[in-house]
């Protein structure tokens, strides 16, 4: 809310430079903001796709974490008036690779009881079978 004050203190004043450097620092945030929400979504995501992978089944809460995840990320990303998305694909891409070994920790805590650390985990399940499935999947809940 700072900033929003900031902004129509510049704009009050003519200081209409200083108001377009907030706006940009704006934007970033904003942008920043949607990036650390759908990496949380996404790392869930993965999370279960690796514990599929490394327990070899699923069960109904996954699948169905799955599925709100999917609409989550959705969801944030899609620009409601506007149309069209906040992330690029390359973004969206880029995020779901960083996420991978925070998801992969968290996945070693809840995989086969825990018993596996991530480097284990990790050498358990194929990586990039593992994000490309997240990635269709993500694709896919976009055109729907």
Known sequence: MEELYELRKYIETGK?????????EMEDMSQDDKINRISSFME?????LIKQAAEKKTTR?????????LRQIVKINK??????????????RAALEETYESALDSASLETLAGQY??????????????TTLAWEKMQQAQMC
């Open 79 to 92: 620009r409601r008036k506007a149309g069209g998305w906040y992330l690029t694909t390359q973004e969206l």
């Open 117 to 130: 650390t991530a480097e284990e985990l990790d050498s358990l399940v194929d990586r990039t079978a593992i």
């Open 16 to 24: 209409y430079q200083e108001a377009l450097l907030l706006l940009d």
């Open 44 to 48: 869930v995501l993965l999370v279960h």
């Open 61 to 69: 809460s996954w699948e169905v974490s799955i599925r709100h995840t």
